[in-house]
DNA sequence: GGCGTGACCCCAT
DNA sequence: TATGGGGCCACGC
């Protein structure tokens, strides 16, 4: 099994899911790990060096904002308006019409 | 082996 | 509608 793989490991992975113009949140994630840990999700993406391999950008909060960036919110927010996300004040419009959802198969228990 | 931190979330005021 | 406080988990030192 692939349960070898840490946390935050399975999050990264959940990542490459999140097709182009799509978002999730990281409440989203937790939940397809069938876990509440939001903040390790959070620390994860944080101690993700994979920029290019991983789209964290395309992580944001529940509330609709984009949320931090390794590289500064700001840069987060023009990498989502360069995808087809609609994001006004800094914040998404219609976050539920960008919300990604993971099927139970890319869900690795 | 234990404690503090953090790209968070939810509820109450 | 906006703001504050409390709580949760995994990881590093």
Same mark, same amino acid.
């Given at each position: 099994?692939?349960?070898?793989?840490?946390?935050?490991?399975?999050?990264?992975?959940?990542?490459?899911?999140?097709?182009?113009?799509?978002?999730?949140?990281?409440?989203?994630?937790?939940?397809?790990?069938?876990?509440?840990?939001?903040?390790?999700?959070?620390? +994860?993406?944080? &101690?993700? %060096?994979?920029?290019?391999?991983?789209?964290?950008?395309? #992580?944001?909060? !529940?509330? $609709?904002?984009?949320?931090?960036? +390794?590289?500064? &919110?700001? %840069?987060?927010?023009?990498?989502?308006?360069?995808?087809? #996300?609609?994001? !006004?004040? $800094?914040?998404?419009?219609?976050?539920?019409?960008?919300?990604?959802?993971?099927?139970?198969?890319?869900?690795?228990?």
């Amino acid at each position: 099994m692939n349960n070898s793989q840490s946390f935050k490991q399975k999050c990264y992975a959940l990542l490459k899911f999140i097709p182009e113009g799509k978002v999730t949140t990281y409440n989203e994630i937790a939940r397809a790990l069938h876990s509440k840990a939001w903040r390790a999700v959070g620390s +994860a993406m944080a &101690s993700n %060096k994979q920029l290019f391999t991983v789209p964290c950008h395309r #992580v944001v909060r !529940s509330d $609709g904002a984009v949320g931090q960036y +390794a590289l500064g &919110s700001g %840069k987060k927010i023009a990498l989502l308006l360069s995808e087809g #996300v609609e994001i !006004s004040n $800094g914040k998404i419009n219609n976050l539920e019409k960008f919300m990604h959802r993971f099927s139970s198969r890319q869900v690795a228990s």
